[in-house]
């Protein structure tokens, strides 16, 4: 998977990301992805509202893979399928590297961010 190029600020080294993402071996299967939104490095000052991570729910309207890392503390809202398709929205607080995979039928629709940190991130998903 060719990635998107990175974000022209630069907080955690900017870069592109041009590999695969592997999740075979060990019986695990694979992972193949048809679209992506990629962020390597952007500051986020927004302590009180929470900001949607333009393209999820557009260019990756179903995500399966998100890459999400900052380097202080924020609060992540996530939107998903419930698998009826109803939408769930969870808050959670995080610091750090975060990095999951939703089921086909319960995908990210959409990522909104709040706090005062450098992120970087990733969504993908089958196009």
Same mark, same amino acid.
């Given at each position: 998977?060719?990635?998107?190029? %990175?974000? =022209?600020?630069? #907080?955690?080294?900017?870069?592109?990301?041009?590999?695969?993402l592997g999740f075979g071996? !060990? $019986?695990? +299967?694979?992972?193949?992805? %048809?679209? =992506?939104?990629? #962020?390597?490095?952007?500051?986020l000052n927004s302590p009180?509202?929470?900001?949607?991570? !333009? $393209?999820? +729910?557009?260019?990756?309207?179903?995500?399966?893979?998100?890459?999400?890392?900052?380097?202080?503390?924020?609060?992540?809202q996530i939107t998903t399928?419930? $698998?009826? +398709?109803?939408?769930?929205?969870?808050?959670?607080?995080?610091?750090?590297?975060?990095?999951?995979?939703?089921?086909?039928?319960?995908?990210?629709?959409?990522?909104?961010?709040?706090?005062?940190?450098?992120?970087?991130?990733?969504?993908?998903?089958?196009?």
């Open positions: 998977m060719a990635g998107p190029p %990175g974000c =022209s600020t630069s #907080c955690f080294p900017a870069a592109s990301f041009h590999d695969e071996g !060990s $019986g695990c +299967g694979s992972k193949s992805s %048809g679209a =992506s939104v990629a #962020c390597m490095g952007r500051y009180v509202t929470y900001v949607p991570i !333009s $393209g999820v +729910g557009t260019d990756v309207p179903r995500g399966d893979l998100l890459y999400f890392r900052s380097d202080g503390p924020v609060d992540l399928d419930d $698998g009826t +398709g109803e939408e769930v929205v969870v808050e959670e607080s995080m610091q750090g590297l975060s990095v999951r995979e939703f089921p086909s039928t319960k995908p990210l629709l959409a990522l909104a961010v709040r706090g005062n940190a450098r992120i970087a991130y990733l969504v993908s998903g089958p196009g």
